[in-house]
C-alpha cells in the first residue's frame, strides 16, 4: 500500500471549514497543507486540523468520525476541562501527543473557536512568530468576525 494517497475527506465547499480556514489562516506564516486527506494548518509545524474521529477502545467496533471538526493541541491546564465538555473528543492518534477535537457546525461558537486556534498556535509557532502574533493583537480575541469582514 506503499505510495497510495489517502483519500480526500473534505470538500472545499464546506462552509464550516471556510469559517476554520479564515480564522486559521490569519495567524502570521500559517499556511495550509492537505495530509492524511484533511486540510491542516501549519506555521510550520502543524497547529490544527480539520477532520477527524476517535478510536473507540473496544477491540473490532469502528470509531465515530467527525468530518466537520477541529482538532488542536490544547492547553495542558485546561484539557482535561475541555474533554469532560461532551463537544470535545480524544481524536485518534493525536490524542495520545496532547490534542483534542472540537465537533463543529454552523453554529458553533466561532469566538471559541479562535481562542482554540490561538492557544495551540503559541504552543508550536516559534517564539519569532509568537511575538509577531502579540505585536498584532492575540487573534483568539478577534476570531468572531474573521471570515465575515
Known amino acids: 500500500m506503499e505510495g497510495v494517497p489517502h483519500p480526500i475527506m473534505f470538500s472545499d465547499d464546506d462552509p464550516v471549514l471556510n469559517r476554520v480556514r479564515a480564522i486559521a489562516l490569519a495567524f502570521p506564516t500559517a499556511t495550509e497543507q492537505v495530509a492524511h486527506g484533511r486540510p491542516t494548518f501549519r506555521c510550520p509545524k502543524m497547529f490544527g486540523m480539520y477532520g477527524g474521529g476517535e478510536k473507540n477502545p473496544a477491540k473490532g467496533v469502528p470509531g465515530r468520525r467527525f468530518d466537520q471538526s477541529l482538532l488542536v493541541v490544547a492547553?495542558?491546564?485546561?484539557?482535561?476541562?475541555?474533554?469532560?465538555?461532551?463537544?470535545?473528543?480524544?481524536?485518534?492518534?493525536?490524542?495520545?501527543?496532547?490534542?483534542?477535537?472540537?465537533?463543529?457546525?454552523?453554529?458553533?461558537?466561532?469566538?471559541?473557536?479562535?481562542?482554540?486556534?490561538?492557544?495551540?498556535?503559541?504552543?508550536?509557532?516559534?517564539?519569532?512568530?509568537?511575538?509577531?502574533?502579540?505585536?498584532?493583537?492575540?487573534?483568539?480575541?478577534?476570531?468572531?468576525?474573521?471570515?465575515?469582514?
Open 75 to 149: 492547553d495542558p491546564a485546561e484539557r482535561e476541562a475541555l474533554l469532560a465538555d461532551e463537544r470535545f473528543f480524544l481524536p485518534a492518534y493525536m490524542g495520545a501527543y496532547g490534542w483534542v477535537g472540537l465537533i463543529l457546525d454552523e453554529n458553533s461558537d466561532w469566538t471559541e473557536v479562535g481562542e482554540l486556534l490561538d492557544a495551540s498556535f503559541r504552543q508550536v509557532a516559534p517564539k519569532r512568530t509568537v511575538a509577531e502574533l502579540d505585536a498584532k493583537g492575540s487573534l483568539g480575541d478577534k476570531s468572531g468576525s474573521v471570515g465575515d469582514e
